[in-house]
């Protein structure tokens, strides 16, 4: 839910009772935005590179869920970098009495507008996340009808009910240009009520998230699998969304409450930003979890990594073994050298007959081995598979 401050209110910059103003060494927080901002962009950036890693080297089965999670993405880092720049170009995270007026005149404007740009960048990803996790829905449960036209209608919701939000975030203000300017606005107008539209999309965002979340159990629970995979189904499809609902967007909606209502506005929205952006980097996180499931499995790790270098670490390995036996090529080592009867094994001979195998009794060392065939009636033909042959029917 984006911040935007109260403009319209905006208090000249006095210092509260008590508080010695420091232009030479203020204090300021805007370290912890840029530190937990990097960090929690790297992140998102991590999953989603594996998760194109994944589809680039072993699928290739690309789907509109990777161009949305991709494109929230591209959101995610512009709010990072838009925030990054407020820290070190605007001086957010000081206090505003700690800036002198005449530079907080000359940059008041561009911080403001910054955090505002990143606000809508954070409506924008948050949008392409959720519509990528549904539509990873619609992939995967696709066989069920009723739950196809579920997740359409979430898509639809989602869409519908952030892009009004934006639009009247955006335009919060009349006129418009007035939105813009924190300072130095002197064409009269006025702006709606902030705090109360937050708490709606905060409030929405919420029901939206653990909507999603108990979509998909009900047919996982349904699928023939034990009760540790259904499980581990769960939570794969659902801790993400579970702590960006409960950590990141409740823990905002308490901070709004301080937020919006505190006049220091270069200080008190640091909290908040980074709990967005921590909102949208969860959600992106959680959005590409479905897809590294498999990344565990030893077949999804060899077709990651390529060719060329399983080639050399093989080469590598029997080298190392060949360099270190001291086993002539073609002699048998004394331990494997047994007689038939040092053997609880009967040891007899094998004749090579027409592709199939005669076993007769004797001494050379070959171990008589029974097998037992299934076989299969596939339109009335039979399907055998004998030892060194294989029929296809």
Known sequence: MPLLLPRQNAPPTAAPPGVVI??????????????????????AL??????????????RAWGWEDFFIVIALLFLIGRVVIEVLN????????????????????????QHNGVFIGDMLYFWGIMFTKLSILTLYVKIFKINKVFRYICYGMMAFTIVYLMIFFFLFAFNC???????????????????????????????????????LIMPLPLIYRLQLKLAQKLGLIAIFGTGILISVVVCTIARQVI??????DYDQTWA?????????????????????????????RKMISNLVPASLRNLLQSLRSRTGSGTSSTPKNSTPE???????????????????????????????YIQQTRAFDVKY????????????????
């Open 46 to 59: 991590l999953f989603v590179l594996l998760r194109v890693l994944i589809k680039w080297r072993v699928s």
């Open 22 to 43: 420091d232009y030479a060494n203020p204090v300021s927080i805007g370290d912890r935005v840029v530190v937990s901002n990097v960090i929690l962009g790297a992140l």
């Open 174 to 212: 009349n006129p418009p240009a007035r939105t813009w300017h924190l300072l130095g606005w002197t064409g009269g107008g006025s702006c709606f009520d902030n705090i109360k539209t937050s708490y709606a999309v905060g409030g929405i965002n919420i029901f939206t998230d653990i909507v999603i």
């Open 378 to 393: 596939v339109s009335n033909e039979e399907s055998i598979q004998k030892p060194g042959a294989s029929f296809q029917v």
């Open 87 to 110: 820290v070190k170009l605007w001086l957010l995270g000081l206090h505003v009495w700690d800036i002198r007026p005449e530079k907080l005149l000359a940059i008041g404007n561009y």
């Open 269 to 297: 929205p640091v909290p908040e930003i980074i709990w967005l952006t921590a909102e949208l980097s969860v959600g992106i996180i959680c959005a590409c979890l479905p897809a590294l499931a498999p990344i565990y499995s």
């Open 256 to 261: 709004i409450v301080e937020t919006l209502r």
């Open 335 to 365: 331990s494997a050298k047994i007689s038939k009867s040092d053997s609880n094994i009967e040891l007899v001979d094998r004749n090579q007959v027409g592709g199939y195998t005669n076993i007769d009794k004797a001494n050379k060392g």
